[in-house]
């Protein structure tokens, strides 16, 4: 399946009215392709990312999901490069039937939000006007592929990093 999505950071917004769901995720491979292992809510996933070059600020990527026993992520987590990423994703209705995933992160990366919207066709992705909420585009900062969080220890390293590289804050 192909994946065309565009990634923001997004400003504070009062979330308390949107449903939410717990992701335990880690990845077993972080270079292209990335191989992770989910769990969402209560389901289990281990997925497979190979990116697609594109010279448009949009990331499009090969996708399979298979679902996994509990048993099977317990073992697999073990053999993960990097840390665990744990997050709460709120579902955020937008205009044209799109869908907004913002995640809150905890842990190493408390304080980071980014929201991502999932598109049909590159066009649909080009032609997006995105909401006063969302801020930067992130889509193409390998920075800010969950694949690079898990690498993470320190979210202070990553604002050191955004610093040098002229990208505004957005952490608490």
Partial sequence: ???IEKKYLVKDIDLKKYKYIDITQAYLNTTNP???VRKYGNDYFLTYKRKIETDKNIKIRDEYELPITE???????????GNII???RYIIELENNLKAELD?????LEGLKTVEVEFKTENDSLSFKKPDWFLEDVSTNKNYTNSSLAMIHNIKDMEKNNEKNNISR???
Avoid: A, S, W
């Avoid at 048993?71 to 490069?81: G, M, P, Q, S, T």
């Avoid at 809150?104 to 190493?108: A, E, I, L, Q, R």
């Fill in 104 to 108: 809150v992160y905890f842990d190493d």
């Fill in 71 to 81: 048993e099977v992520f317990n073992k697999l987590i073990k053999k993960r490069e």
């Fill in 170 to 172: 957005h952490f608490k």
């Fill in 34 to 36: 990335t191989i992770r």
């Fill in 1 to 3: 399946m192909k994946e």
């Fill in 86 to 88: 744990n997050k709460r």
